[in-house]
Every structure is written in structure tokens, then in C-alpha cells.
């Protein structure tokens, strides 16, 4: 078998809110993130959202693959404010900071809210 993931990585998902008028809040009621995290790096790998279009999709992986899931946020928040101007930018960010304390969490041992 063949597997796209390997067995250290973690997967997580980051969770926030759109804005009411938002398409996603119409036809999912929430925002999420999923990561895949290698846990010897930290690295993002991989990532997808619930976005309505495949585009959005394919763009939020230019700003998340390859940055640390533990270290990044300022530099992420950054670039998603400088790059990504649709109505989901506070949402992809609170969810990144979402996922971020569930990893940080994980490490740490403690219990994670899903």
C-alpha cells in the first residue's frame, strides 16, 4: 500500500467562523482548516479548507505549505492579510491559530478540545 501520509505526521484542523454573508457560512455554518504537520519539523505539509472554490483552495496551500505550524504565526498572519482579500481572511487566521494550540497542546500532553 502506497500512502500519501506517513506514520509521523499529525493531522489537525483548525476551526473558526465566516462572516455571515460569507458563501461558506451558508453552506457549511463554520470555516476549518485541515493540516497535515510533520511532527519531527513541524512543517505544514499539506492543507486544505472548506472553501467553495477549488482556487481558494489551491491558494491557501501557498501560504501555509512549508511553514511551521509552531512558529509562523505573525508571518502567516501577515501574509494572509497582505495576499488573500476575500471574506474569509480574519477566519483563515483565527483557524490557523486554532490548529496551532491544538498541536502545541498535543506536544505538551495535555487534552485537546476537537
Known sequence: MNLKYNTNTTYIVGNS???????????YGAFFIAFVIDNETEEIID?????????????????????????????VKAEVERRYLGSSQKAIIVAFKDAQKKYVDSKAGKNVLL
Open 17 to 27: 467562523k465566516s462572516q455571515q454573508n460569507n458563501p461558506i457560512t451558508h453552506v
Open 47 to 75: 492543507v486544505e479548507c472548506n472553501s467553495i472554490l477549488p482556487l481558494t483552495n489551491e491558494f491557501i496551500k501557498t501560504i501555509f505549505i512549508g511553514k511551521k505550524i509552531t512558529c509562523d504565526h505573525e508571518q
